[in-house]
């Protein structure tokens, strides 16, 4: 832990933790004519010849074992920038991920506090309306420009001027001139004023009573609840409801949401019932306005901050409670650099700060669903839509011999214009972008692959190219076959592209929107297709899974999912469980207002005991089943598993050093390893790639020998072979 000294002697030695793999600290001496800084402070230190780095002061000592030590160069911070539960938070989980303390507070402070000129954090300002709607209408008779980005404000409010650059491309301008004409104000901080908090004057569920009473009864104490809610059960009402109360306490909440998009939804929803500061926390924020958030939460001048994964460290003056929307969802892992899950973290936080922390999901994963049939958390049931819809209507799409239509069959056609003509919008989800997935050849068979990945290309007709969604890499269509020189080359499969085209072209008086990653790159983009869905017209929505979860469209009646077999045929044994998550979270979506819902999956194997168990039965049923499996094949969450995973250019080079690791390794009962295997994709921007898979009944255990791992290997390397330890892994690639 971090050590400090009585306050009535100057500390000689100050611990400090670095960006740096080979120790969790390193001592430094302080200068005559410095004070002590402050733990949880940044400072700025020397390091090897010429560098100057920036550092966190983690403890303050009288002595070090080491001599000679050089002295700290700068104070930059003349406050904690890292209160004390932080730093704890900071340092379990950087034991637990195997990682230098220092990398783990460098993975967690925003970019703006690693920088060494420390220079003051930028001023966001946020825009909310003033006036009323008919008080801006006469004001504003001839600036109808003006008048738009206000009724947009007054609806959407409080925003960033540039998150309204869709509505006008001078915003920023125009905010300024309706703050003139004294319409809006502006904040540092999101304020929500007291008379603008709606009331939705709706009596809550018997269910849901239950789960807010049983929330409320541990607050200020750590206890875990989940919350599971079928789709349109109401769970974000009961986050409100809590929140209401945590502001009524004077305490602050932490909300995560697993994706960008789905913030400022959540966001609107709370600010318009809370009476509050809020801000927004994602990797899309500048490093400056992500540093604000910072600062305003551990100032406690916010009162609500709504997240994505990397929002579980932000630093709160008196933090009441964590929730963590979609527990489930698999973007709370961390899939580059130090792999965290920030759900794991946020029970860790609960347990450091003795607050509730609530995870909610439709389709809880099975370890937390583990953890509460074992009564480690508490499992609160919502069982019954809050508009009292049933749930929506499963066919089974046969696609077997059938004719496809740009990826869809002629029933699953004239039941997307049976809705249409009825006034009500389709969704058609595939979790492929793109035009086709692939190129072939008819003559030799011959596929279009990438020449530095394991993968095959794409092809984006807008581009009218191919391209590796693995490095994106670009390749020109070619004329010829260039393996046996043949001209019988086409795409094969279908993407959102393709199969956005083929609709505009069927239905081509209704609009068409696309959701995935090619189409919507900016939250403007993002705000821009919702708007598009949101003025209640018939349309038909196709996107990849960003649209999976957490959305709310009340006129969407169907919801048509493509492609979903590739799951029967994989090697990652929670495969079904994702499907299964995917398809309960996509199905949801289709009858949440006062319209029926449909849902039609398109398979070719209608008949799979996959489909029979989820369906006939429920999400619930079919993990309990999941579950025995999993504990008779000793796969987690019945063990603990960890992936070591490396990557070089040269193949047998990486074969032979992960296999000088299993040969390294103590004999352990306790220990199963597979491996050295090639990854399931074995080459990815011209590196090859190799794991081990360690499984264990004990975690203790498992942690020990990746930690001798570790301190035996790590120079021991004389390839330079890239590898790293995956603790709790949610993928084998």
């Not at 402070?41 to 403890?59: F, I, T, Y």
């Amino acid at each position: 832990m971090m050590q400090n000294m009585q306050e009535t002697t100057k500390p000689q030695v100050v611990q400090v933790a670095l960006k740096v793999p080979f120790a969790p600290h390193l001592d430094y001496s302080l200068p005559d004519d410095l004070p002590p800084p402050p733990v949880g402070g940044r400072v700025l230190v020397p390091l090897g010849r010429n560098k100057q780095l920036v550092g966190v002061v983690v403890g303050l000592v009288a002595k070090s074992e080491f001599k000679n030590l050089k002295p700290i160069s700068k104070i930059l911070d003349a406050e904690p920038l890292l209160n004390a539960a932080t730093l704890q938070l900071l340092q379990l989980a950087a034991k637990y991920y195997q990682v230098s303390f220092g990398e783990m507070i460098f993975t967690a402070i925003p970019a703006w506090f690693r920088k060494t000129d420390n220079r003051p954090i930028p001023i966001h300002y946020w825009w909310q309306t003033t006036a009323s709607l008919e008080q801006a209408q006469t004001a504003l008779k001839s600036a109808p420009k003006q008048l738009q980005v206000f009724e947009y404000l007054q609806l959407h409010g409080p925003l960033q001027s540039k998150t309204m650059s869709h509505i006008s491309a001078t915003a920023a301008q125009v905010c300024r001139q309706l703050q003139e004409k004294q319409l809006i104000d502006s904040s540092e901080v999101c304020f929500v004023e007291t008379d603008q908090a709606v009331d939705p004057g709706f009596k809550l569920t018997e269910d849901q009573d239950h789960a807010l009473k049983q929330i409320q009864t541990s607050k200020n104490q750590f206890k875990v609840h989940l919350l599971d809610g079928i789709t349109g059960s109401g769970k974000t009402e009961i986050y409100i409801r809590l929140i209401n109360q945590l502001l009524a306490n004077e305490q602050q909440a932490l909300v995560l949401v697993p994706e960008i998009g789905l913030t400022p939804q959540l966001f609107q929803e709370i600010s318009q019932r809370i009476n509050g500061q809020m801000a927004i926390l994602h990797s899309g924020l500048s490093d400056g306005a992500r540093a604000r958030v910072w600062h305003h939460a551990a100032k406690g001048l916010v009162d609500v901050v709504v997240s994505t994964r990397s929002g579980i460290f932000t630093p709160f003056k008196k933090l009441g409670a964590v929730l963590v929307d979609e527990e489930h969802d698999l973007s709370y892992k961390q899939q580059q650099g130090i792999r965290y899950s920030a759900r794991d973290l946020a029970v860790l936080r609960g347990k450091i700060e003795q607050i509730p922390v609530v995870l909610g999901s439709a389709t809880p994963s099975f370890e937390t669903l583990n953890h509460a049939t074992n009564k480690r958390y508490q499992w609160l049931k919502l069982r019954s839509r809050t508009n009292h819809n049933p749930m929506p209507s499963l066919t089974l799409q046969n696609t077997q011999s059938k004719q496809l239509n740009q990826g869809l069959t002629q029933q699953t056609l004239s039941s997307i214009e049976s809705h249409l003509a009825d006034g009500h919008q389709v969704l058609v989800f595939l979790n492929r972008r793109g035009w086709s997935h692939k190129l072939i050849c008819n003559e030799c068979s011959w596929v279009a692959k990438c020449d530095d990945c394991d993968a095959y290309l794409t092809y984006h007709k807008h581009l009218d190219l191919l391209k590796c969604h693995h490095c994106e890499r670009r390749y020109s269509l070619p004329e010829f076959c260039p393996s046996c020189g043949s001209q019988e080359v086409e795409t094969m499969g279908a993407g959102t592209e393709k199969i956005a085209a083929g609709l505009t072209d069927q239905f081509t008086d209704t609009a068409v929107v696309r959701f995935d990653r090619d189409s919507v790159r900016t939250p403007a983009q993002w705000q821009k297709n919702l708007e598009i869905v949101r003025s209640g017209k018939p349309c038909v929505i196709v996107g990849t899974q960003m649209l999976s979860k957490g959305h709310d469209f009340p006129l969407l009646s169907l919801v048509v999912v493509v492609n979903v077999d590739n799951s029967f045929f994989s090697a990652d044994f929670r495969a079904t469980e994702y499907l299964a998550q995917l398809l309960v979270q996509v199905s949801g979506r289709a009858g949440r207002a006062k319209t029926k819902g449909d849902v039609i999956i398109q398979t070719q194997f209608p008949e799979h005991e996959f489909f029979q168990s989820l369906f006939k039965e429920n999400y619930e049923s079919f993990a309990q089943q999941q579950l025995t499996e999993r504990a008779q094949m000793r796969f987690p969450p019945y063990t603990h598993m960890a992936i070591i995973r490396g990557q070089h250019r040269n193949e047998r080079l990486l074969d032979q050093f992960l296999q000088q690791l299993v040969d390294g390794l103590e004999q352990n009962d306790d220990l199963s390893v597979l491996g050295p295997l090639p990854a399931p994709m074995q080459k990815r921007q011209k590196l090859f790639r190799m794991q081990l898979i360690l499984n264990s009944n004990d975690r203790k255990s498992l942690h020990q020998t990746i930690h001798q791992l570790k301190a035996k290997n790590s120079t021991d390397n004389q390839h330079n072979i890239q590898w790293f330890v995956d603790i709790d892994p949610v993928s084998f690639d």
